[in-house]
């Protein structure tokens, strides 16, 4: 079978499963295949939740890592990407009380034993998804490194951290003001909380002082006062007046009665008040609000918590709102205060809502007894990182937010009243009330000696094993093998959503486990959009799923916004195609809108490669050797397929070859610093619009009409130019890459004798010398065959039609008379009437043409009918003169007056438009005589 004997078009479906398994099953993801010496390349994965689908940002990073490791692997690095996955706390428990839900129980039903039973049974059918859709996108990871987040390694590497920072005195336990989220009943940090702008209404009421008399007025019976949840009056224990306050200085120590409940409370100063908002007074929930909590301590004011974890009134709330849900108390706490006149209005306001990220409810602040950590001693080693220059983010803007956050950072709240996830290695004594922390479960009370010691029922963050994962899927907190060689890793590319969630947690937590760092460089992109730059959202039915676009998808399957695009559902583009339009279209840190026209353009460009490859090979066609097999690289069935090593001679030769340099070089400057859409675009550009359109068109002639040493001089060229092309296109779309390649590496014979047995372990191409003078000579070659061809287009000119040419090329005559061949197979002129000379007179009635200091003359004869062209082109012009003469008038009468400014603008445009056209067929006119 021959070896260029491969399908007419390139087909994603046969060919992307079958090589991704050979590649795995060859061992080509691992790092040892550099050898001991190479200097290692890491990347651990941002872990997918188990419950995950794949969706864009999946698509993104994986894209993105993947290319850096493909890259660096070319590279002769040791490059190790870690795969794994996160137990993904809430989400993972949502799923599974769902489906506890559907068979009519509850957790609290079947108890915590059972859950977790459930749960682990949960996630070995489901975790798994996510992995499997990532390996479609070509995830080159070292799989028999793949890690869990609550495995068995990960699992002792949490406890081990718990308790070094206990015992560093940096995590307490102790009421503080947490968010606290209703639907998903756990506390939840500041991060995972979303702030909406919303409608709100602002709530005016009058809080009464002590002894005094309603009717006096404001600053004398009562003070006045404004709040967005009127239900928190009932925890109020002071109000507050800024100092400088002329309205109400002279209350401050005064007390007040809080409405309905009678309770009193001090009039306090704080200069946190605004005295412009609102009424100026300011009523302080320290047990609702985090800034009045601040406040609360500040001035040592009592703590008041009116609303349960089931965002029910309270007993604090007095009798006749206890047991209210909060928004039912706020309705009639208000109508009762009304009937009592202690209301004064209400009105319309836009307010920042605070709702959880996960569930969606408005969080409400609350009083807990929570575990925390102390940020601040960490938070100042992730400053100096970075500050340092020890850790690189990429882009160089979002270093500013990365500090600014760092530099007002709250203590991270790490305990979660959930079932699933690790669990706070604390144990409570019954009989001392002390309190044990063990990394191995203990079995007595480290104070008293008692056996009635039961563990801490809350859970951690799930961040905070994740911050622990650069290092702990290493081996931490073992000395491994792994953790020697390949911390600290190399990179850390994630999106910018997740800095502060977890990057910076990554290292902090790094700095201080490891006194290392966790990687050397941060890479953040973006998120991506739709076309018309909105959020992805089922409720928009913009939502792309990324293997529809890898397989097709029926129309059933869209969204309605998509649907309306693809009425009829959409056609298969392959791995390649999605990552190369995610990985060309966006840039570090910044937002990307996806077309899918554009995933449709770069599927195009793998069949452009697919094409070009089965052109060369038909090329080859003498040269029949065995099909390699795949799996195996068998070469044995090849026969002596020898093609000699020229230099090159010729012009077309040393251009291509120039430009195959120039774009080596640049695509590797882009590559090593981290300009990967613009590494790509140049290789894309270079591959189509100059090797597909200019030289494959320019090989024809020595392929078909040149001498032997000729021809095989154009097929080595052929064959070097697209390996070297093909292998920096890889690392981009490794798939139709290395099925081409492999087809090529056959055909070439001898001539690859030392290629490898598969790209994606190819070295990456070096790049040459540049032949400037032959990039030169070829660039007016290029121009001249452009401006020819326009021309013909031009005065349409039938395709197959030759034409005469007078060229007057003055010092380039001999560069011009040696590519009189290509020239004229080009622009189909004719050979026999070609005149090439240093200096030419130009013919009558001729088309001039001036590239560079070459000037190229036309007859008009043999581009038109002189006679019809005159009378077609004289009608064209009495059209467009009758209009121009009809506009003219239009503009100088009352309609210029009279008319809206942009009609009026409209037809002032218009006339430009006329007579530059009337001057350009004057002009073409006068050159036909």
Same mark, same amino acid.
């Given at each position: 079978?021959?070896?260029?004997?491969?399908?007419?078009?390139?087909?994603?479906?046969?060919?992307?499963?079958?090589?991704?398994?050979?590649?795995?099953?060859?061992?080509?993801?691992?790092?040892?295949?550099?050898?001991?010496?190479?200097?290692?390349?890491?990347?651990?994965?941002?872990?997918?939740?188990?419950?995950?689908? $794949?969706?864009?940002?999946?698509?993104?990073?994986?894209?993105?890592?993947?290319?850096?490791?493909?890259?660096?692997?070319?590279?002769?690095?040791?490059?190790?990407?870690?795969?794994?996955?996160?137990?993904?706390?809430?989400?993972?428990?949502?799923?599974?009380?769902?489906?506890?839900?559907?068979?009519?129980?509850?957790?609290?039903?079947?108890?915590?034993?059972?859950?977790?039973?459930?749960?682990?049974?949960?996630?070995?059918?489901?975790?798994?998804?996510?992995?499997?859709?990532?390996?479609?996108?070509?995830?080159?990871?070292?799989?028999?490194?793949?890690?869990?987040?609550? @495995?068995?390694?990960?699992?002792?590497?949490?406890?081990?951290?718990?308790?070094?920072?206990?015992?560093?005195? /940096?995590? =307490?336990?102790?009421?503080?003001?947490?968010?606290?989220?209703?639907?998903?009943?756990?506390?939840?940090?500041?991060?995972?909380?979303?702030?909406?702008?919303?409608?709100?209404?602002?709530?005016?009421?009058?809080? &009464?002082?002590?002894?005094?008399?309603? +009717?006096?007025?404001?600053?004398?019976?009562?003070?006045?006062?404004?709040?967005?949840?009127?239900?928190?009056?009932?925890?109020?224990?002071?109000?507050?007046?800024?100092?400088?306050?002329?309205?109400?200085?002279?209350?401050?120590?005064?007390?007040?009665?809080?409405?309905?409940?009678?309770?009193?409370?001090?009039?306090?100063?704080?200069?946190?008040?605004?005295?412009?908002?609102?009424?100026?007074?300011?009523?302080?929930?320290?047990?609702?609000?985090?800034?009045?909590?601040?406040?609360?301590?500040?001035?040592?004011?009592?703590?008041?918590?009116?609303?349960?974890?089931?965002?029910?009134?309270?007993?604090?709330?007095?009798?006749?709102?206890?047991?209210?849900?909060?928004?039912?108390?706020?309705?009639?706490?208000?109508? +009762?205060?009304?009937?009592?006149?202690?209301?004064?209005?209400?009105?319309?306001?836009?307010?920042?809502?605070?709702?959880?990220?996960?569930?969606?409810?408005?969080?409400?602040?609350?009083?807990?007894?929570?575990?925390?950590?102390?940020?601040? &001693?960490?938070?100042?080693?992730?400053?100096?990182?970075?500050?340092?220059?020890?850790?690189?983010?990429?882009?160089?803007?979002?270093?500013?937010?990365?500090?600014?956050?760092?530099?007002?950072? %709250?203590?991270?709240?790490?305990?979660?009243?959930?079932?699933?996830?690790?669990?706070?290695?604390?144990?409570?004594?019954?009989?001392?009330?002390?309190?044990?922390?063990?990394?191995?479960?203990?079995?007595?009370?480290?104070?008293?000696?008692?056996?009635?010691?039961?563990?801490?029922?809350?859970? $951690?963050?799930?961040?905070? #094993?994740?911050?622990?994962?650069?290092? #702990?899927?290493?081996?931490?907190?073992?000395?491994?093998?792994?953790?020697?060689?390949?911390?600290?890793?190399?990179?850390?590319?994630?999106?910018?959503?997740?800095?502060?969630?977890?990057?910076?947690?990554?290292?902090?937590?790094?700095?201080?486990?490891?006194?290392?760092?966790?990687?050397?460089?941060?890479?953040?992109?973006?998120?991506? %959009?739709?076309?018309?730059?909105?959020?992805?959202?089922?409720?928009?039915?913009?939502?792309? +799923?990324?293997?529809?676009?890898?397989?097709?998808?029926?129309?059933?399957?869209?969204?309605?916004?998509?649907?309306?695009? =693809?009425?009829?559902?959409?056609?298969?583009?392959?791995?390649?195609?999605?990552?190369?339009?995610?990985?060309?279209?966006?840039?570090?840190?910044?937002?990307?809108?996806?077309?899918?026209?554009?995933?449709?353009?770069?599927?195009?460009?793998?069949?452009?490669?697919?094409?070009?490859?089965?052109?060369?090979?038909?090329?080859?066609?003498?040269?029949?050797?065995?099909?390699?097999?795949?799996?195996?690289?068998?070469?044995?069935?090849?026969?002596?397929?020898?093609?000699?090593?020229?230099?090159?001679?010729?012009?077309?030769?040393?251009?291509?070859?120039?430009?195959? #340099?120039?774009?080596?070089?640049?695509?590797?400057?882009?590559?090593?610093?981290?300009?990967?859409?613009?590494?790509?675009?140049?290789?894309?550009?270079?591959?189509?619009?100059?090797?597909?359109?200019?030289?494959?068109?320019?090989?024809?002639?020595?392929?078909?009409?040149?001498?032997?040493?000729?021809?095989?001089?154009?097929?080595?060229? /052929?064959?070097?130019?697209?390996?070297?092309?093909?292998?920096?296109?890889?690392?981009?779309?490794?798939?139709?890459?290395?099925?081409?390649?492999?087809?090529?590496?056959?055909?070439?014979?001898?001539?690859?004798?030392?290629?490898?047995?598969? $790209?994606?372990?190819?070295?990456?191409?070096?790049?040459?010398?540049?032949?400037?003078?032959?990039?030169?000579?070829?660039?007016?070659?290029?121009?001249?065959?452009?401006?020819?061809?326009?021309?013909?287009?031009?005065?349409?000119?039938?395709?197959?039609?030759?034409?005469?040419?007078?060229?007057?090329?003055?010092?380039?005559?001999?560069?011009?008379?040696?590519?009189?061949?290509?020239?004229?197979?080009?622009?189909?002129?004719?050979?026999?009437?070609?005149?090439?000379?240093?200096?030419?007179?130009?013919? @009558?009635?001729?088309?001039?043409?001036?590239?560079?200091?070459?000037?190229?003359?036309?007859?008009?004869?043999?581009?038109?009918?002189?006679?019809?062209?005159?009378?077609?082109?004289?009608?064209?012009?009495?059209?467009?003169?009758?209009?121009?003469?009809?506009?003219?008038?239009?503009?100088?009468?009352?309609?210029?007056?009279?008319?809206?400014?942009?009609?009026?603008?409209?037809?002032?445009?218009?006339?430009?438009?006329?007579?530059?056209?009337?001057?350009?067929?004057?002009?073409?006119?006068?050159?036909?005589?």
């Amino acid at each position: 079978m021959p070896a260029f004997d491969m399908p007419k078009t390139y087909d994603p479906a046969a060919s992307e499963r079958r090589i991704y398994d050979w590649w795995e099953q060859s061992g080509f993801f691992k790092p040892e295949l550099a050898g001991p010496d190479a200097k290692p390349f890491v990347i651990s994965i941002p872990p997918p939740n188990i419950t995950g689908e $794949l969706h864009l940002g999946h698509a993104m990073f994986v894209s993105l890592e993947d290319l850096m490791i493909r890259y660096k692997r070319m590279r002769g690095y040791a490059a190790l990407w870690v795969p794994g996955y996160d137990h993904a706390g809430i989400a993972t428990q949502l799923q599974v009380e769902k489906m506890l839900a559907r068979e009519g129980t509850r957790r609290q039903d079947i108890g915590r034993d059972e859950f977790l039973r459930r749960t682990w049974q949960w996630k070995e059918k489901y975790g798994g998804h996510i992995v499997r859709q990532l390996r479609r996108l070509g995830a080159s990871c070292d799989w028999d490194r793949m890690r869990f987040t609550m @495995d068995e390694g990960l699992s002792r590497a949490v406890r081990e951290a718990f308790v070094r920072l206990y015992r560093m005195g /940096l995590i =307490y336990r102790g009421e503080y003001l947490i968010n606290w989220s209703p639907g998903l009943q756990t506390a939840v940090s500041d991060l995972e909380v979303e702030y909406s702008e919303e409608d709100a209404t602002l709530y005016y009421f009058k809080y &009464p002082i002590a002894g005094a008399n309603l +009717d006096d007025g404001p600053g004398v019976g009562y003070i006045p006062v404004a709040t967005t949840r009127p239900e928190t009056i009932l925890g109020d224990t002071a109000v507050a007046v800024h100092p400088d306050d002329e309205r109400y200085r002279h209350l401050i120590g005064a007390t007040c009665l809080v409405p309905m409940l009678k309770r009193t409370i001090p009039v306090i100063h704080d200069t946190y008040v605004d005295m412009a908002f609102g009424t100026g007074a300011l009523k302080i929930t320290p047990g609702h609000d985090p800034n009045d909590f601040t406040i609360g301590q500040r001035h040592g004011l009592p703590i008041i918590c009116v609303l349960g974890r089931d965002v029910k009134m309270n007993t604090e709330a007095g009798p006749h709102y206890a047991g209210l849900d909060r928004f039912e108390c706020r309705k009639k706490l208000w109508a +009762d205060m009304e009937a009592a006149g202690l209301t004064i209005k209400t009105e319309k306001y836009r307010t920042q809502v605070p709702r959880s990220q996960r569930g969606g409810e408005i969080v409400e602040p609350m009083v807990s007894t929570q575990w925390f950590v102390k940020i601040k &001693p960490m938070a100042d080693m992730g400053l100096e990182a970075v500050r340092s220059g020890r850790i690189t983010i990429i882009p160089e803007r979002l270093t500013k937010v990365y500090y600014n956050w760092l530099e007002n950072i %709250r203590d991270w709240c790490i305990s979660r009243q959930l079932w699933w996830g690790h669990r706070i290695p604390a144990w409570h004594c019954a009989d001392c009330g002390g309190m044990t922390i063990a990394k191995i479960d203990p079995t007595h009370c480290e104070h008293c000696g008692s056996p009635r010691i039961e563990q801490d029922p809350d859970v $951690l963050d799930t961040w905070f #094993s994740s911050g622990l994962w650069p290092f #702990s899927t290493l081996g931490w907190p073992d000395d491994t093998p792994d953790l020697r060689r390949y911390y600290p890793t190399t990179v850390m590319e994630t999106g910018y959503d997740i800095l502060f969630f977890w990057v910076a947690r990554m290292i902090m937590q790094g700095l201080l486990y490891t006194n290392d760092i966790p990687f050397e460089t941060v890479y953040l992109h973006g998120i991506i %959009r739709d076309d018309q730059g909105r959020k992805m959202s089922k409720t928009t039915g913009n939502v792309l +799923d990324p293997i529809a676009l890898l397989d097709g998808a029926r129309p059933e399957e869209l969204g309605e916004y998509v649907r309306a695009q =693809y009425p009829d559902g959409l056609q298969p583009m392959g791995a390649d195609a999605l990552r190369f339009t995610l990985l060309t279209g966006t840039t570090p840190g910044t937002d990307m809108n996806l077309s899918l026209q554009r995933v449709e353009g770069n599927r195009n460009f793998t069949n452009k490669i697919w094409n070009a490859v089965r052109f060369v090979l038909a090329q080859l066609s003498g040269q029949e050797s065995g099909v390699r097999s795949q799996e195996t690289g068998d070469r044995s069935q090849e026969a002596d397929t020898h093609l000699p090593t020229y230099q090159p001679t010729n012009l077309p030769e040393r251009w291509i070859l120039s430009r195959l #340099s120039a774009t080596i070089a640049d695509a590797t400057r882009l590559m090593d610093t981290f300009q990967f859409g613009e590494a790509g675009r140049q290789i894309y550009d270079f591959f189509w619009s100059e090797f597909c359109d200019w030289y494959l068109e320019i090989s024809k002639i020595a392929l078909y009409r040149g001498d032997a040493e000729a021809k095989a001089r154009t097929q080595e060229t /052929l064959i070097k130019v697209l390996d070297e092309s093909l292998r920096m296109l890889h690392p981009f779309i490794p798939y139709v890459t290395e099925e081409t390649w492999g087809y090529l590496r056959e055909a070439a014979g001898d001539t690859a004798a030392d290629w490898p047995a598969a $790209l994606i372990i190819a070295p990456w191409p070096e790049a040459a010398p540049r032949d400037e003078a032959a990039e030169a000579e070829m660039g007016l070659l290029m121009d001249m065959v452009r401006a020819i061809r326009n021309a013909r287009a031009e005065y349409n000119v039938k395709p197959g039609q030759p034409i005469q040419a007078t060229i007057a090329a003055g010092k380039l005559t001999p560069v011009v008379q040696a590519q009189a061949e290509i020239l004229s197979t080009l622009t189909r002129l004719d050979p026999g009437r070609l005149t090439i000379a240093a200096h030419a007179d130009a013919p @009558d009635r001729a088309l001039t043409l001036v590239t560079g200091a070459v000037t190229t003359y036309l007859p008009l004869a043999d581009l038109v009918d002189l006679d019809a062209e005159r009378a077609k082109l004289g009608k064209e012009l009495t059209d467009a003169e009758s209009q121009i003469a009809r506009t003219e008038g239009l503009l100088g009468g009352a309609f210029a007056q009279k008319a809206p400014a942009h009609v009026v603008q409209r037809e002032r445009e218009k006339l430009t438009e006329l007579k530059t056209r009337a001057a350009r067929l004057r002009a073409r006119l006068t050159e036909l005589g």
